[in-house]
């Protein structure tokens, strides 16, 4: 099983950027999807990002042109660097691996290995 850890997340004023990085034990990621999710207080995880085995990006609405993961196969890392933060990008923030072939999918359920999460605080 994949373990995962999350980093670099922390306080920053409203349009500020942060750059979360995530890193692997327990094997290696390169045919594997990862994601990044985030529950913000008092609300459920959400998808945030994710990125396939061929480097093809997905965002949520919500972030789309201001997030963009990125993946280091050798390194077994996957980032997500945030540009002008808001107030409600706030919350815990979740890397995640996703093992099966197939269609990429922004589904919780469809992920088998997570972080412990980084917070993220915005403030305005």
């Known amino acids: 099983q994949v373990q995962l850890v999350e980093a670099e997340g922390g306080l920053v004023q409203a349009g500020d950027s942060l750059r979360l990085s995530c890193a692997a034990s327990g094997g290696t990621f390169n045919w594997y999807t990862l994601g990044w999710f985030r529950q913000g207080p008092g609300k459920e995880r959400e998808f945030v990002a994710g990125i396939n085995w061929s480097s093809s990006t997905h965002y949520a609405d919500s972030v789309k042109g201001r997030f963009t993961i990125s993946r280091d196969n050798a390194k077994n890392t996957v980032s997500l660097q945030m540009n002008s933060l808001k107030p409600e990008d706030t919350g815990v923030y979740y890397c995640?691996?996703?093992?099966?072939?197939?269609?990429?999918?922004?589904?919780?359920?469809?992920?088998?290995?997570w972080g412990q999460g980084t917070q993220v605080t915005v403030s305005s």
């Open positions: 995640a691996v996703r093992r099966a072939l197939g269609a990429f999918s922004s589904q919780i359920p469809a992920y088998d290995s």
